[in-house]
Structure formats: C-alpha cells, structure tokens
Nanobody, 123 residues
Framework: QVQLVESGGGSVQAGGSLRLSCAASGRTFTNYAVAWFRQPPGKERELVAAINWSQSNTYYADFAKGRFTISMDNTKNAGYLQMNSLKPEDTAVYFC????????????????WGQGTQVTVSS
C-alpha cells in the first residue's frame, strides 16, 4: 500500500491560488489513480478531482471545473492539485487518496489516504 503525505495548504484571500502536493512513498504512483477529496467543516467528504494511472483520463467535480487542475509526476512520485480563483466555499481539509489504476468517485473506493491539509479562503 502506498503512503501519502499532502502539503501546500494554507490561508489565502478569495481569488488567490494554491498548489497542493501529494508525495507518495512505499510504492510508486505508476499503477495508481490519484484523487483529491475535501471535507468542509461539518460536511461530508467530497471528490474534487481525480486522474487515472496513465493520466489519460481526469474527473472534476462541477465546482472544480475551470478553476482546478489535477496532475501527476511519476518521476517524482507525486500528485498535484492546482487551485485558482479560490472562493470562501473552497475552505476545507483537502485529502489526497490513491487506488489501483482507475478513477472512482466514492471515498470508500480509495484505500490509501494522506492526513489532509487545511485550505482556508477568506473573503
């Protein structure tokens, strides 16, 4: 099982940008799909974006389309979430998750999780 560690969270003003990173260890990302989920205060965890193992397919939640970009760099064994035009409603703990090969949309389909990184967007 791959171990994941997120970084890059922080506090920004509305309209700002952040780039989240997900570093993998234990196994390479080569055969894994990577997803970013978020959990706003008092709400359930929701899928933000995902990318499959070959990077040929991506998924974005409606709220992320046009603002967020998911990517992977297998040479660095890392995944990324570039977040632009951030809004206060994007405030949440963001989690990186991984599963073999293909994208799934439910948190229960992912077996490897990071500890989360806080993103706070102020108006």
């Amino acid at each position: 099982q791959v171990q994941l560690v997120e970084s890059g969270g922080g506090s920004v003003q509305a309209g700002g940008s952040l780039r989240l990173s997900c570093a993998a260890s234990g196994r390479t990302f080569t055969n894994y799909a990577v997803a970013w989920f978020r959990q706003p205060p008092g709400k359930e965890r929701e899928l933000v974006a995902a990318i499959n193992w070959s990077q040929s397919n991506t998924y974005y939640a409606d709220f992320a389309k046009g603002r967020f970009t998911i990517s992977m760099d297998n040479t660095k064994n890392a995944g990324y979430l570039q977040m632009n035009s951030l809004k206060p409603e994007d405030t949440a703990v963001y989690f990186c998750a991984a599963r073999p090969f293909t994208i799934r949309t439910q948190p229960t389909d992912y077996h490897s999780w990071g500890q989360g990184t806080q993103v706070t967007v102020s108006s």
